[in-house]
């Protein structure tokens, strides 16, 4: 099926916004974030928001179409004021790229750099996000960033496949090893494959920005709630964007996956910053020693 055949199928709209041989440079600049599942990246994505130039889009890597969402707006997808009759859109434009590219594995990273898309998911790929800038611009034409926080390096790869590096600001966000490996036993992860899959991502995030030579900024979860304003003063300044050191909403936010409990949090305006220090509860006295001993 043609890309033009996916979106007619759900929604008879003029193609020509959506050519897949749309100019790169129609599109909105993106703030992507990378890191470790269970970081703090929904957090991190609601932050960067309470810049209303800066619209957070959440994890755009997620399986959108496999269950009813609920948007970090209040709404249900289809009645939010983003989504709604354009949710068909971006599921047709995104589906088939996007399982491709969640498909690639971490390692194949490892031994080159940058992974080149066929043409053909380039051009849908980039069809999937002029589509959404011009989404994002007619709903909210003072957005300067849309924000992913999709964390992945294959989805980084993916977007460096269609934007420049001037398109793109990279945050490495990193969490206490403690807390992040304690997140993933909270979830039915063992120690050892918690540990693992902590410090092996973080070793192949590191060597792809590097051996691509891809400018960054690495961001510690854990300032978020010791030494918030130092913290968001080097976002800004990374960013170009002034971030409020001080307590605020965020304003745009249309988020559908990430932490459910920080998603809740913010929808339901009642948001605050808690130290991280729920993994001294779940890790035993002989996995904190070794992780003391390796750290």
């Known amino acids: 099926m043609y890309l033009s055949e996916k979106v007619t199928e759900f929604y008879p709209i003029p193609l020509t916004v959506l050519s897949p041989m749309t100019n790169p440079s129609s599109t909105l600049p993106m703030i992507y974030v990378v890191g470790n599942s269970h970081s703090g990246s929904t957090l991190l994505g609601f932050l960067l928001s309470t810049n209303q130039a800066i619209v957070n889009l959440g994890e755009l890597k997620c399986r959108s179409w496999m269950k009813d969402r609920f948007c970090s707006c209040g709404h249900s997808v289809a009645n939010c004021a983003f989504y709604g009759d354009y949710f068909p859109i971006y599921n047709a434009l995104k589906r088939d790229v996007v399982t491709k590219i969640r498909s690639t594995k971490p390692l194949s990273f490892f031994l080159k750099k940058k992974n080149d898309l066929p043409d053909d998911s380039k051009r849908e790929l980039l069809a999937f996000y002029t589509s959404l800038s011009d989404r994002v611009l007619t709903l909210m034409p003072e957005s300067k960033y849309i924000v992913d926080t999709s964390k992945s390096i294959s989805m980084l790869n993916g977007w460096l496949n269609i934007l420049t590096d001037q398109q793109i600001k990279i945050i490495f966000l990193k969490r206490q090893s403690e807390a992040n490996i304690s997140s993933f036993i909270k979830r039915g992860y063992s120690f050892r494959k918690a540990f693992i899959s902590v410090y092996a991502n973080n070793f192949l995030i590191k060597h792809y920005l590097r051996k691509n030579n891809l ?24 960013i170009g964007l002034p971030l409020p050191s001080t307590d605020r909403m965020p304003v745009h936010h249309h988020v559908m996956a990430g932490n459910s409990k920080t998603k809740d949090s913010f929808t339901n305006k009642v948001a605050a910053i808690h130290e991280d220090v729920e993994w001294q509860h779940i890790l035993s006295k002989f996995q904190k020693q070794f992780l003391k001993l390796i750290s």
């Open 215 to 238: 400018n960054y900024l690495e961001v510690d979860y854990n300032r978020f709630y010791a030494n918030y304003p130092e913290e968001a003063q080097r976002m800004s300044d990374f």
